[in-house]
């Protein structure tokens, strides 16, 4: 198997924890590549069920290294939660196998503290549907250099030197502008070195392990998180995430050359979902929003916030594949939509008196399109038992292909249930 990038081509949820599971059969080392443990991955393994939020689903399997890379935001406490349960598992969950890039920038009780203050403080108009788990301010100290770095854990007298620095202007906005309550350096020291002896021993080059990786003939996957149109730059500004989660940030967040980057794959889930606030062209606040959203066990894995549903979107998933190249997709929950007489699928977005079939580029230009439907016929056969393309009832072969049409690319992988194995291959 080549190098892989695996990514959400909607509004995150697709499903890319089980994919990246499947996956890793395949690979020997997992990256991570940006974003926080504002995301989650739901992995079923057997009568297992794991969440993982911040470590690389691929940890499930013995005898890979996962690697988190430097364009991640690492929550100290949190990893250390997820390494403690995975181990109380009896998963592997040792140094060897699991490293954090030195480069990574490190979640601080402060920015958790203004997260939550900021989001608290806006209008409802203006909430942005934030996890309040601290990534946004936290990429924005990366940005003004002044971040803490994973590095910087193993050097409490730098730590607490920067501690210091950057409280003057975290306390000035808690207190001064938002009422709350100021910091003081030494309790957020004290709470962040509680977990930092855990944390270092994790601690690498995260670069030069993967080109080692290369280096012995090893194939590699770089696992993204939230979706394509939470991307900070081309997603549903301003309801987005605060990191790149287009696939060409997997060699910025890694530190590897995109020329590595043999092949990507978009996670499409059969339906539509967001989490949070911003604009959704085809949800569905009515009985199919209702179907799709139970059926579908829609809540988010890290948040437990009910999903909105809606139909697909081919003008979403255009977007998706003009912004990532993929070169497959992964089709998730496809077995949700059995039950539902009628599929439609948003082909086109009436705007502004004509109809356009790319996503409007204006501020929230999308909260201001109507979605025009093409209607398909479903299917009421339980397919979660199907192994093969053609024991796919004719309708769901249908729905799979127009959704090839309509993107230009291939389905590769067709995900019939949540088990690993509930998994069609399609010349993978």
Not at 141 to 154: E, Q, T
Not at 293 to 301: I, L, R, S, T
Not at 335 to 364: F, M, R, W
């Amino acid at each position: 198997m080549s190098n892989v990038v695996v990514m959400g081509a909607q509004w995150g949820d697709e499903g890319k924890g089980k994919i990246v599971d499947l996956l890793t059969r395949k690979c020997d080392v997992i990256v991570r590549f940006q974003g926080g443990n504002n995301a989650g991955h739901t992995v079923l393994v057997g009568d297992k069920q794991y969440i993982l939020h911040l470590i690389p689903s691929g940890i499930l399997h013995p005898g890979k290294k996962c690697l988190i890379g430097n364009g991640v935001v690492l929550d100290p406490a949190v990893f250390c939660r997820e390494v403690e349960t995975l181990r109380g598992k009896d998963v592997d969950v040792s140094p060897a196998r699991l490293m954090i890039s030195r480069k990574a920038h490190v979640i601080m009780p402060y920015h958790k503290a203004l997260d939550v203050a900021r989001e608290c403080h806006k209008t409802n108009e203006s909430k942005i549907g934030t996890t309040g788990r601290g990534i946004g301010p936290c990429y924005e100290d990366k940005m003004s250099r002044i971040g803490i770095r994973a590095a910087d854990l193993a050097m409490p007298e730098l730590l607490r030197a920067k501690i210091e620095a950057a409280l003057l202007e975290k306390n000035a906005l808690l207190a001064g502008l938002y009422g709350g309550e100021a910091m003081t350096v030494d309790a957020v020291f004290d709470e962040v070195m509680a977990v930092a002896p855990r944390v270092v021993p994790h601690l690498a080059d995260v670069t030069a392990e993967i080109e080692a990786a290369w280096a012995a003939g090893q194939h590699v996957m770089f696992e993204g998180a939230q979706g394509t149109h939470l991307d900070i730059d081309h997603g549903t500004y301003p309801f987005v995430t605060s990191s790149n989660t287009v696939s060409g940030n997997a060699a910025a967040g890694s530190g590897i050359a995109p020329t590595r980057l043999d092949r990507i794959v978009a996670i499409v889930k059969a339906y539509t979902t967001r989490v949070g606030a911003g604009p959704f062209p085809t949800e569905q606040l009515n009985e199919a929003g209702d179907y799709l959203q139970q059926k579908g066990h829609e809540f988010g894995a890290t948040t437990g916030r009910k999903r909105r549903c809606g139909w697909l979107d081919a003008v979403v998933l255009r977007e998706a594949v003009r912004l990532n190249g993929p070169t497959d997709i992964a089709l998730t929950k496809l077995d949700v939509l059995s039950g539902l007489k009628e599929l439609q699928i948003c082909t086109a977005y009436g705007y502004q008196g004509g109809t356009i079939t790319v996503a409007p580029q204006e501020q929230n230009g999308m909260a201001h399109v109507t979605p025009v439907y093409e209607t398909m016929p479903g299917w009421d056969d339980d397919i979660t038992g199907c192994t093969t393309w053609e024991s796919l009832p004719a309708p769901t072969r249908a729905y799979i292909a127009r959704i090839e049409e309509l993107t230009g690319v291939r389905v590769s992988l067709v995900s019939v249930g949540p088990e690993r194995d509930q998994t069609i291959s399609r010349g993978w």
